[in-house]
């Protein structure tokens, strides 16, 4: 009886040890579909599993719904990490949501810049890549290459100017920097809102998804638009001769960061591919796939390549990051008055 006994209690241990060492080695993420998330299993997803042997299965989610599930389920989170890029880790560190992270724990947390791991012992997932809003223009049709902010508001571009609705995260970001650029700040944004209603008059058009500028590029002779860096990349693919600079002014910055799940069971795992997200190989990948700036100091890229966006010492320090809280706290408010510009 005693053996039966200690068999049954064996094979228990051994089931439970089992299905233990199985949930230790899968990890659930969000990531952003299409051609980000095919870059994100190259750069980081593939190896993570080839060198752990660990599975990890996907979610496409966007930082919005993502953060949704997550505020949704907080008492058992679907998510071991999890991917933002509008700012929701400072909300979601604050509600406890989200782990805090010992910078000791992660090898690669020393090669990156102080603004990307600024926060992680608060629960602020590292950035390890930066979307960084400056200037496209056409290089070939555009009777100069642009250098400030200002110049958006130049006669020279007038009819040829595209504008982004503040719908859309990037357009949003240009829009804080033109206002910025002329005198405004986050508690008025009137300078902004003036910019735009005469930059309208003059002919210029505004759109509301990156498409939409493509198609502007290509078909309506657009020289000048304030977006995303990784999009001149877009454009020359396209066929276009399009080419990215930052304004003097300053470069507002969309932090793409990776995250820790509180209350769930595969911390050390976790840790190993949020590590692995931050490191000097992964970065230079996301940077060569996609033309997101790195955070690791340590990255390194060719020069056509690093000319697509913010990069190195000199290519980070101008970057700008709007709060995201206040952000958020006047988004509705801030649509209705653009909504309001642009109907004139």
Known sequence: MQVRLASAVLAVSTLVSGAALAQDKTLVINSF????????????????EQETGASVKITTAYSADAFAQLRAQQAAPQYDVIHFSGGQEIVGAAEGLLAPIDAAKLANAGDLYDFAKANIAKGEGPAYS??????????????????????????????????TDISNGYGMLGFLMLNQALGGDLDTIQPGLDAVAKLLEAGAIVVSTSPEIQQEFAQNDAWLAAYASDYAYTLRKAGLPAKFVQGSEGTPASFITANLVANRPNHDLALKFIDMTISKSAQECFANALRYSPTNAKAELAADVAADMAYGEAGVKGLIRFDPKTIEANRASWVERWNKTIAR
């Open 33 to 48: 579909g299409g051609a980000y998330e095919e870059a994100h299993r190259r750069c980081v997803i593939t190896p993570f």
């Open 130 to 163: 930066i979307a960084a809003i400056g200037l496209l223009y056409n290089s070939e049709a555009a009777p100069k290459a642009p250098t400030s902010w200002k110049d958006i508001t130049d006669p020279a571009f007038s009819e040829h100017l595209v504008l």
